[in-house]
């Protein structure tokens, strides 16, 4: 397994588009995405301008996305 990216919620979001997922909402400074196909895959993503997503955050995020860190770095 890589190393984890450190990345923005904006950034993040915006390769998570590219790999099909789409915003179903937001909250404050949250988006959730969801995948079209598969309902269940699904995450909210924070977005707090610069600042970088916490690892376990980012962590939680693909298992909950159903992503390796591998398919992330190559969506960046």
Excluded: C, N, W, Y
């Excluded at 993040?12 to 598969?38: I, Q, T, W, Y």
């Excluded at 690892?55 to 992330?72: A, F, K, Y």
């Amino acid at each position: 397994m890589s190393r984890l990216p450190q990345i923005t919620g904006q950034r993040l979001v915006r390769a998570l588009k590219r790999a099909g997922f789409v915003e179903r909402g937001a909250r404050g400074s949250h988006r959730l995405l969801v995948h079209p196909a598969d309902p269940r895959r699904r995450a909210v993503i924070p977005v707090h301008g610069t600042r970088p997503v916490k690892p376990g955050t980012l962590l939680s995020i693909l298992h909950g996305l159903g992503l390796t860190v591998d398919e992330l770095r190559e969506l960046i």
